[in-house]
């Protein structure tokens, strides 16, 4: 705690309480962020393998595209796999905070749930949500990988700029 409660007078417990629960909202908040980032991404790239499919259907000449299409794919899940990461260690770092203030009031409920969920240790009790969300964008990745493989042996991707330029 920053600052010792006889030194903060007679408003340091209704404070507390105040930027306890404000505190709880924000970490709150943050898991809804982290919830809509993953149906963005997830949006993404299935729009980018039904935009493949749709392409390929009846269509022999699309090599090119999916070379760059599947270049995107295999980026933007880096970059999601990297967002996961991040919300998961800032919500790790909030919760650490919201069980330090919670020693200071009369009640420890987040601290009490961790604790009966085995604190994350035992997934029969609980599995927390990343331990599932962060293979997402690897399934992801694969797929784009698997197709730009496939995309660049069936064509040459520098024929296909020496024929725009």
């Known amino acids: 705690m920053t600052c010792?409660?006889?030194?903060?007078?007679?408003?340091?417990?209704?404070?507390?309480?105040?930027?306890?629960?404000?505190?709880?909202?924000?970490?709150?908040?943050?898991s809804a962020r982290r919830q809509n980032i993953n149906s963005f991404f997830l949006s993404v790239n299935t729009a980018i393998i039904a935009l493949c499919s749709y392409i390929n259907f009846g269509s022999k000449t699309t090599?090119?595209?999916?070379?760059?299409?599947?270049?995107?794919?295999?980026?933007?899940?880096?970059?999601?796999?990297?967002?996961v990461r991040s919300y998961k260690d800032l919500n790790s770092a909030k919760f650490k905070v919201v069980h330090e203030l919670e020693k200071e009031l009369p009640a420890a409920p987040y601290d009490l749930e961790w604790e009966k969920v085995g604190r994350g240790k035992n997934s029969k009790l609980y599995l927390p949500f990343t331990h599932i969300e962060i293979y997402i964008p690897w399934v992801?990745?694969?797929?784009?990988?698997?197709?730009?493989?496939?995309?660049?042996?069936?064509?040459?991707?520098?024929e296909w700029i020496v024929s725009k330029l």
Do not use: N
């Open 140 to 158: 992801f990745l694969m797929i784009h990988v698997l197709v730009l493989v496939r995309s660049i042996s069936t064509f040459s991707i520098v």
């Open 4 to 30: 010792p409660q006889k030194d903060y007078g007679e408003y340091y417990k209704p404070h507390l309480l105040e930027q306890y629960k404000l505190y709880v909202e924000m970490a709150d908040r943050i």
């Open 63 to 83: 090599g090119s595209f999916y070379w760059f299409g599947s270049l995107t794919g295999v980026v933007l899940c880096y970059i999601w796999y990297r967002l």
